[in-house]
């Protein structure tokens, strides 16, 4: 049977529509239902195409709804087109009002706004209404299985299921690049040396701000340190060997192994993953348990880490071992530190794996953070005010229900990095360069998370990790070319998140809201394309621009940009 569609429906594997439904054809198939994926579903429908939004999983919004609940907003006023619109809607679910036309002022800290920090059932519950009144048909628990292509251009997808997806135009807007890689896409897992692109921050890499030291000073009341730098993030020289100055003794557990390498060189590597929890402290709290092996000797180097800082003379509390964040509700939003939830290493074949094995790296990376948490809360060599901190905390009984509070989405924060014609650089994040052809503004700061944590001068160091500014440089531009694959390679697909940047480049692009950017303008370009049977590589730039400015789409910075425009919108097709 062959579904031509526009009508609003959500469909899933358990669902017994989807058994007689084997194909299903579509103007735009948007392959991803992260929060990207919904914005550029809904910026095609609104263009009056068929859309088709399929997700591996059983949720929509990714992150923004999977746990990153405090929001990595940068600029605000570098932020238009739906990401506005959606973070306008859901805060005003909560009585609240987005002030787009003022700057983030920051606390000491990097540029996460209070007033976007949300619960994330509210935040899926507002991708589902809008997904659906834009009539985008959303397929779950659709994954991925193979790929046809004919004459240079995708002509259709096949899912594991059996299920047949057809479209004249494909976006990727999967956290790992699944159907550019699937596409045979050209892209790279490689941190570029410094010397590729003339860049700083790239390759392996080591900094001062995060080199072990024992000369920390005290911090304030919001647990930063003065110029910023918070007590979840404090290296200090500890010793890696089970047996303390013994090498023959082996290395701890939650060491890398590895030789720390020449700075600057490339090297493999991603940054580390986490899940991103939702904690509350509300009666009905469900409790964290401890995985099943859990041991408390796997936590033989934070409990040197305590030592270390009660060396120093800290009045330690949670927040030396995940920054946290408080949302509406009694609900918190833990993010990770220099012992947190990271699990460096442990995610570097993620990207390349089979959905079974992300499943067993997930549950991997699950257990370490619940043994952490279980190592805080009750082991002795725990200070007592930490002890008690973690133990007023317990997973929401309203939250990621059906995976019992714990997130259903692990943190991707980098996946494939396509290598396309052009590539978006450092030097483009810093504004030493500027992106031809913009189709939306990035603002954050250069934000890499450590990619091992390794022995080096005889104690443990954090290699990789970055979290700097960009020189002083305000919003800058990423080009169309960024999210275009060669056309040699495919000539009717766009990838958004798994976009052409380098690997330090991609630390700042890397943001929730700046993804929602670059997938509505994806989506934009693709109708444009179809109407004009074009390849996405030679669409018109100027027609292009025109509609995203009318769109809402913010192109170019200057330090009071006018308000953006109305959105033009087309109804759905009508149902054939």
Not at 92 to 102: E, F, H, I, R, V
Not at 109 to 132: C, L, M, Q
Not at 186 to 191: A, E, G, P, S
Not at 354 to 368: C, D, G, Q, V
Request: a positive charge; aromatic letters at 8%.
């Amino acid at each position: 049977m062959m579904a031509l569609f526009s009508c609003a429906i959500s469909l899933s594997a358990a669902e017994p529509l989807v058994e007689k439904i084997d194909l299903f054809e579509a103007d735009v198939c948007v392959y991803g239902g992260t929060s990207g994926g919904v914005a550029a579903a809904v910026q095609a429908a609104r263009m009056g195409k068929r859309v088709v939004l399929v997700e591996p999983g059983r949720h929509l919004g990714g992150m923004t709804s999977g746990g990153l609940s405090a929001v990595d907003i940068g600029d605000p006023r570098s932020v238009g087109g739906i990401a506005r619109e959606y973070f306008t809607r859901l805060v005003a679910s909560y009585g609240k009002k987005l002030n787009w036309d003022q700057s983030f002022r920051g606390h000491g800290g990097p540029a996460t706004g209070g007033a976007y920090s949300i619960e994330p059932h509210v935040a899926e519950k507002v991708f589902d209404e809008i997904a659906t009144e834009a009539g985008v048909i959303v397929l779950r628990s659709a994954r991925l299985k193979s790929v046809k292509k004919e004459t240079g251009r995708i002509s259709e997808l096949t899912m594991e299921d059996g299920r047949v997806l057809r479209a004249k135009m494909f976006i990727d807007t999967t956290y790992e690049g699944d159907l550019m890689a699937a596409a045979g896409i050209t892209y790279t897992l490689q941190r570029e040396g410094k010397a590729k692109y003339g860049e700083q921050h790239n390759g392996i890499y080591y900094t001062d701000s995060y080199k072990p030291r024992t000369n920390h000073k005290q911090p304030g009341a919001n647990g930063r340190v003065p110029g910023g730098q918070g007590v979840w993030d404090r290296d200090l020289p500890l010793d890696p060997y089970v047996v303390e100055g013994d090498p023959s003794s082996g290395l701890l557990p939650l060491i890398n192994k590895g030789e720390p390498g020449k700075p600057g060189e490339p090297a493999p590597g991603i940054q580390a993953y986490c899940f991103r929890l939702c904690l509350t402290t509300a009666k009905d709290r469900l409790p964290i348990k401890a995985p099943p092996d859990y041991n408390p000797r796997n936590y033989e180097l934070v409990a040197r880490f305590i030592k270390a800082c009660q060396a120093l003379g800290d009045d330690m509390d949670l927040r030396w071992f995940s920054k946290h964040d408080l949302l509406p509700n009694q609900k918190w939003d833990f993010n990770t530190a220099t012992f947190g939830g990271n699990l460096p290493g442990a995610n570097w074949g993620w990207p390349e794996a089979s959905y079974a094995k992300r499943a067993e790296l997930s549950k991997e990376i699950e257990n370490y953070h619940r043994g952490l948490l279980h190592f805080l809360a009750t082991d002795p060599r725990v200070p007592e005010k930490v002890r008690r901190d973690t133990q007023r905390f317990g997973l929401p009984k309203d939250e990621f229900i059906d995976t019992g509070g714990w997130p259903h989405q692990i943190y991707v924060r980098e996946g494939r990095r396509m290598i396309s014609d052009l590539v978006m650089t450092e030097n483009h994040t810093f504004g030493r360069k500027i992106m031809p052809q913009p189709i939306g503004l990035g603002s954050y700061g250069t934000d890499t998370h450590e990619i091992r944590r390794i022995v080096k001068d005889g104690v443990v160091t954090r290699e990789g990790k970055t979290a700097t500014g960009r020189g002083g440089f305000g919003p800058y531009q990423i080009g169309y070319g960024a999210i275009v694959p060669k056309q040699s390679e495919c000539e009717n697909l766009f990838v958004t998140f798994a976009l052409s940047a380098s690997h330090t480049a991609f630390s700042s692009i890397r943001m929730e809201p700046v993804f929602m950017i670059t997938s509505q303008s994806a989506a934009t370009a693709a109708c444009l394309a179809i109407d004009e049977n074009v390849p996405v590589q030679t669409l018109n730039y100027e027609n292009l621009k025109a509609r995203l400015v009318a769109d809402g789409q913010i192109l170019k910075w200057s330090p009071k940009p006018k308000a953006p425009r109305s959105r033009k919108t087309t109804p759905p097709a009508k149902k054939i």
